[in-house]
Each structure stands twice: as structure tokens, then as C-alpha cells.
């Protein structure tokens, strides 16, 4: 059976982007980057909703750019090798290989996703995320903070929602970035 894990990079005040829709601020160094890869490397399918689909397809193409890092060559790689479901209702068609669209999330659906699968699962977007948390079908939060506090934006959690979680794992990076991972209880 495969865990349902939502990961994300924010800001110190909790935001995956800016007021202006910028994420800038959390491009992770190599050693940051190379964590992350590890981090995914275990992931069988991705969950999206459909904007942070559009800004992660950037990986279907990544190993095409001249100039491109070994660490970002790497994780396009582990991108490429997971399975893509995007919940959106605009989306016509996928522009990645691997990836389906569904037009609503079902929480029996992806229950039965988690319980017949051998990878993990992850699950990104805060919409799609705060469906999922609030389904109770999240097993993992895992979180790297960045130095940095952008005052608002687009909110890594969901407001009006209470889990009680397990601290599993913790690191601390040079660049001043900190990695939280927790389980969720009961």
C-alpha cells in the first residue's frame, strides 16, 4: 500500500508563492535540489491540480535544455518515470507523457489509488491538497522552509483544519533552509 504524501517548498510564514504569484525565492541550491530528488525518487504517481501541473510539466522538456545542471537532469529523469493524474476542469489534454486528467477529485478513488499501489503517491497544490487533508487521506506533510518571509500569497495548508501530526524528520541546510516531515496521526 502506498503512502499519500504532500510536499511542498514555502516561505517561513507559510506561502508557496508571493502576492505576485513568484516563487523565485524558493529555487533550491544543489544540495537542496539533490535532497528533493531523493525525496521523490520513491514517488509512483503525482497528484496535481491543474496550475501547479502547468508550472511542473517544465520537467517534461528539462533534459532538452542546453546547459542543464546534473541535479536538475536527475530530477527531471525521476519526474518523467512517475505517473501524472491532474484534477482539473479546464484542461483539455496533457502536455506530458505518462499523465491523465480527471475532472474531479474522488476520495474513494484515490483511496483505492493508495491502497492498490506499491510507490508512494504525492499530492500537490493547496486546493487539491486541502481536499485530500480534509478526506483524511494525507499520511505524510513533509516541508522545506525557506529563509525567507514573503507576507502573503498562496498558502502552502488550508485554513479551518485540524490535524495533529508526528515530527519524523528533520534537517537543516547551509543555505539557511530547514526540512520538516511528519506523520499524520490517527
Not at 142 to 164: A, N
Not at 165 to 171: C, F, V
Amino acid at each position: 500500500m502506498g503512502k499519500l504524501i504532500c510536499t511542498d517548498i514555502a516561505s517561513l510564514d507559510g506561502y508557496i508563492n508571493d502576492e505576485q504569484g513568484k516563487f523565485d525565492w524558493s529555487e533550491p541550491d544543489p544540495e537542496v535540489h539533490q535532497f528533493v530528488n531523493d525525496l521523490e525518487r520513491p514517488i509512483g504517481t503525482h497528484l496535481y491540480g491543474r496550475r501547479l501541473y502547468e508550472v511542473m510539466s517544465y520537467w517534461e522538456t528539462a533534459l532538452e535544455q542546453p546547459g542543464t545542471p546534473e541535479v536538475e537532469q536527475d530530477y527531471a529523469r525521476v519526474w518523467q518515470s512517475a505517473d501524472k493524474i491532474v484534477y482539473s476542469t479546464t484542461l483539455a489534454s496533457p502536455s506530458t507523457a505518462r499523465t491523465r486528467i480527471e475532472r474531479t477529485f474522488d476520495p474513494a478513488a484515490v483511496r483505492h489509488l493508495k491502497e492498490t499501489s506499491d510507490r508512494d503517491l504525492s499530492i500537490g497544490g493547496p486546493g487539491l491538497a486541502s481536499h485530500a487533508l480534509r478526506a483524511g487521506l494525507v499520511d505524510e506533510i513533509r516541508v522545506l522552509f525557506s529563509p525567507v518571509i514573503v507576507g502573503g500569497g498562496t498558502r502552502f495548508l488550508t485554513d479551518r483544519i485540524r490535524i495533529d501530526l508526528e515530527l519524523t524528520d528533520e534537517r537543516r541546510f547551509d543555505n539557511g533552509v530547514v526540512y520538516l516531515a511528519y506523520r499524520v496521526r490517527g
